[in-house]
């Protein structure tokens, strides 16, 4: 086989994983960063990342939790290198200004604001089994965490969320 040939393949192995699960990275992403705009950059990276290092993921069944592995990992390395931009308030144009005068949804903003309250330790397997419908062996795998201990975290996040709703 020549190396354009075994390119070639390698290309459609890797256009095939992201064509299936881009839209989850996306999602994972956004609910990590809490910015869409930060989200796609994230995706963008953990994409290159992913190429890279396409050779290293043997079996194509656990492609889904690679790569929002990747994903999670670049999400941190974006926040560790990145310093976030400040507005200044007094300075916003007409446009901007409606934006902070809107009236947002409130018992939504409520229940973001009750899960973002949560540890990451707590957050993250609650995000990846309510938004993205993960089981609790596949949360256990992709955090490098026995079964139990998951079972444990979403039981202490629900109860936290709970109290945390309850006390608003």
Request: glycine share 2%; aromatic share 8%; hydrophobic share 45%.
């Amino acid at each position: 086989m020549t190396s354009s040939s075994t390119e070639g393949s390698r290309r459609q192995r890797f256009d095939r994983l992201v064509a299936v699960f881009h839209p989850d990275m996306y999602r994972y992403a956004a609910w990590l960063s809490r910015d869409k705009a930060i989200a796609e950059d994230v995706v963008q990276e953990a994409l290159l990342r992913a190429w890279k290092s396409l050779d290293a993921l043997r079996d194509d069944n656990a492609a889904k939790q690679w790569l929002l592995t990747i994903v999670r990992r670049e999400n941190a390395r974006y926040f560790e290198r990145r310093r976030l931009e400040t507005v200044d308030i007094d300075n916003l144009s007409a446009s901007q200004a409606a934006l902070l005068a809107a009236s947002p949804d409130e018992e939504l903003n409520d229940l973001r604001a009750a899960i973002y309250e949560l540890d990451d330790d707590y957050r993250e397997p609650l995000v990846l089994q309510v938004l993205m419908g993960y089981s609790t062996n596949e949360i256990a795998e992709m955090m490098g965490l026995k079964q139990g201990a998951v079972l444990t975290r979403l039981h202490r996040a629900r109860q936290k969320l709970m109290d945390i709703v309850a006390d608003e």
